[in-house]
Structures are given as C-alpha cells and as structure tokens.
C-alpha cells in the first residue's frame, strides 16, 4: 500500500487529453512539492516533472503538472504512442522524514 | 553532464549482506554540495525509496528499511555505497542510484535526477 495513491491504469486514444491523479496527506503533498516520473518499458524511470509544475529542459510542452491541496495531476495533452509509460508520483513525507512514491499509473495509447 | 552508474553483485544468499556501489561521474560528488540516494523496484512492482545521504555523511533511511540499511559515501573515489543486511527473497528487486538536487534545494524539495540504469539483484541459494 503506497502513501500516495495513483489509479493504476490510464488510457486514451492518440490526440486525446490525459490527466493521472495522485492524492496525498498534509504531511507530504499538503507541505511539501511533487514530482513526477517517467518510467519507459525496460528502462530507468526519468524526471518528467519537477517542484509541482516544472518541465526539465527536453520535456514537451504537452506534459503539466498541477497541485491542489493533498493532492496533484499529471496532464498529458496531445498523446502519443511514445506516451505509452509508467508514471510515478513522489514528495517528501515530513512525518516519516522520508521519500514516498505513488504506486504507479501505467499509460496506455490506444 | 552529472551521470550515475550501478556495480555490484547481481546474486545474494539468503541472510547475507547486499552491496552495491553508485559510481558518480561529470562531477564532484562533494562540490556538488547535494543528496544522493537509493531506490528500489521489486519485479512488476512500484517504486519504493531506500534512503539518502548528504555529501557530508548525514543519512536518512526509510523507516521499513531503517535496522537493516547502510549507506555511506566516499568522495575520495567520487561514489555512495548501499548495505543491507539479512536479506530475503523480498528484497529481491531493481536497485538505482540517483542525484537528489539540485544543489542548494532543501531535501524536502528537491528531486531525483539523474538516475543510474539500474542494476538487478536476486535474492537466491
């Protein structure tokens, strides 16, 4: 059982607009900002979103970041096949003094 | 370009002591003046957070892990080290190393990147 909670499963077919949710506590998201993670078949998860809102330089404009309270989205618009992927939430947890991670949301293009 | 690299024992017994070494690269791991830290994902399963270290030795380890954890850094030879001890086949999984920045962002608010390739390790007799 993770501490930030993600559905496990997203699809949609390509063109269309995806939002990944991932809810929280005061504790972690509620205090402190959240990233999101790339995770590619057979590869090495990559840092898609930083500090709630924020694209490392290569990362296309159709991925967003949001946050509201306990809990934060992930937003891909305009989805590609290349798309397809796990995506992970993570924030700092101030009462376990820790990293935790959502569970994961596999993407599927349809 | 900062880079991080995985080494180690890709088989452990049962009960015995896991170690893998982050080799860092494109950089100091001292002048850096960041975090550094270890994360692990079982087969077919999610992320889960190890721990972290700052350049200066102070650790943070998850608490589920926190008895049987070590980890530890070494700037002579540019590379953080990861222990755990009495593992089990549970403990079988992907290992990855990563940066925890940027430098100057307090722990709390930084993130992971880069990240190694990963390195399997299997718990096995």
């Known amino acids: 059982q993770s501490v930030l909670t993600q559905p496990p499963s997203a699809s949609g077919p390509p063109g269309q607009r995806v939002t990944i949710s991932c809810s929280g506590s005061?504790?972690?998201?509620?205090?402190?900002?959240v990233n999101w993670y790339q995770q590619l078949p057979g590869t090495a998860p990559k840092l898609l979103i930083y500090?709630?809102?924020h694209r490392p330089s290569g990362v296309p404009d159709r991925f967003s970041g949001s946050k509201s309270g306990t809990s934060a989205s992930l937003a891909i618009g305009g989805l590609q096949s290349e798309d397809e992927a796990d995506y992970y939430c993570?924030?700092?947890?101030?009462?376990?003094?820790?990293?935790?991670f959502g569970g994961g949301t596999k993407l599927t293009v349809l | 370009q900062l880079q991080v690299q995985e080494s180690g024992p890709g088989l452990v017994k049962p009960s015995e002591t896991l170690s893998l070494t982050c080799n860092v690269s494109?950089?100091?791991?001292?002048?850096?003046?960041?975090?550094w830290g270890w994360i692990r994902q079982p087969p077919g399963k999610g992320l889960e957070w190890i721990g972290t270290?700052?350049?200066?030795?102070?650790?943070y380890y998850n608490p589920s892990l926190k008895s049987r954890v070590t980890i530890s850094v070494d700037t002579s030879k540019n590379q953080f080290s990861l222990k755990l001890s009495s593992v089990s086949a549970a403990d079988t999984a992907v290992y990855y190393c990563?940066?925890?920045?940027?430098?100057?962002?307090?722990?709390?608010?930084?993130?992971?990147?880069?990240w190694g390739q990963g390195v399997l390790v299997t718990v096995s007799s």
């Open positions: 990563a940066r925890r920045g940027p430098t100057g962002i307090p722990l709390a608010m930084g993130w992971f990147d880069p």
């Open positions: 494109g950089g100091s791991i001292s002048s850096n003046i960041s975090y």
């Open positions: 270290i700052y350049y200066s030795g102070s650790t």
């Open positions: 005061r504790s972690n998201i509620g205090t402190n900002t």
């Open positions: 500090s709630d809102n």
């Open positions: 993570a924030a700092w947890d101030d009462s376990l003094n820790g990293v935790v």
